[in-house]
T-cell receptor, first 112, second 120 residues
Framework: DAKTTQPPSMDCAEGRAANLPCNHS???????VYWYRQIHSQGPQYIIH???NNETNEMASLIITEDRKSSTLILPHATLRDTAVYYC?????????????FGQGTELSVKP | GEEVAQTPKHLVRGEGQKAKLYCAPI?????VFWYQQVLKNEFKFLIS????????ETGMPKERFSAKCLPNSPCSLEIQATKLEDSAVYFC??????????????????FGEGSRLTVL
């Protein structure tokens, strides 16, 4: 079962930052927070992951609260091509075979 | 290769026929995962392999579904005697490792574009 809670949908204006929240209140110490997205019907695409510290890469930033019970994915300047379903996933390399367990995700619509 | 390659992109089968899907993982990746997406936003894990060995098969249906990863061959997912409810997009993913350490980029899964199975 997915261990995360995300809003089902969000809108964002093109060029603005998109902030996608995720609750993972039962996360344990060795579990990472991963973000993936699925654009239309393509294969899920890796975005970013983190354990405790905030992370940034060329696609996005990940802000994890100090208690690790929630996180926010930030797309700094959303474009129309960022319209997708975004999945926040809690993953342990040691349990459940290291697989990704997808929840319902957040459907992000970036509007002109 | 540099990406996960899945074939065929589309497959249509009559109920009761066999369906076989293929997945070539990224070169050098040791882990292969299969997922089934029936409805939008719903991914079901089926099975994973570590090289040619089954690693986790907790999601595999007990009947009609089988999978293999043989050396020097694409991995395969086979469905015997397909049913209407097997209609879905089947995604394959590969990973270099499962070990995650800090910013280690070796643990993420890379997905293929999927194979859409339609059972009529």
């Amino acid at each position: 079962d997915a261990k995360t809670t995300q809003p089902p949908s969000m809108d964002c204006a093109e060029g603005r930052a998109a902030n996608l929240p995720c609750n993972h209140s039962t996360i344990s110490g060795n579990e990472y927070v991963y973000w993936y997205r699925q654009i239309h019907s393509q294969g899920p695409q890796y975005i970013i992951h983190g354990l405790k510290n905030n992370e940034t890469n060329e696609m996005a930033s990940l802000i994890i609260t100090e208690d690790r019970k929630s996180s926010t994915l930030i797309l700094p300047h959303a474009t129309l091509r960022d319209t997708a379903v975004y999945y926040c996933i809690v993953r342990s390399p040691y349990n459940q075979g290291g697989k990704l367990i997808f929840g319902q995700g957040t459907e992000l619509s970036v509007k002109p | 290769g540099e990406e996960v390659a899945q074939t065929p992109k589309h497959l249509v089968r009559g109920e009761g026929q066999k369906a076989k899907l293929y997945c070539a993982p990224i070169k050098g990746h040791s882990y292969v995962f299969w997922y089934q997406q029936v409805l939008k936003n719903e991914f079901k894990f089926l099975i994973s392999f570590q090289n040619e060995n089954v690693f986790d098969e907790t999601g595999m249906p007990k009947e009609r579904f089988s999978a293999k990863c043989l050396p020097n061959s694409p991995c395969s997912l086979e469905i015997q005697a397909t049913k209407l409810e097997d209609s879905a997009v089947y995604f394959c993913a590969s990973s270099h490792s499962l070990i995650l350490a800090g910013n280690d980029q070796g643990g993420e899964l890379f997905f293929g574009e999927g194979s859409r199975l339609t059972v009529l």
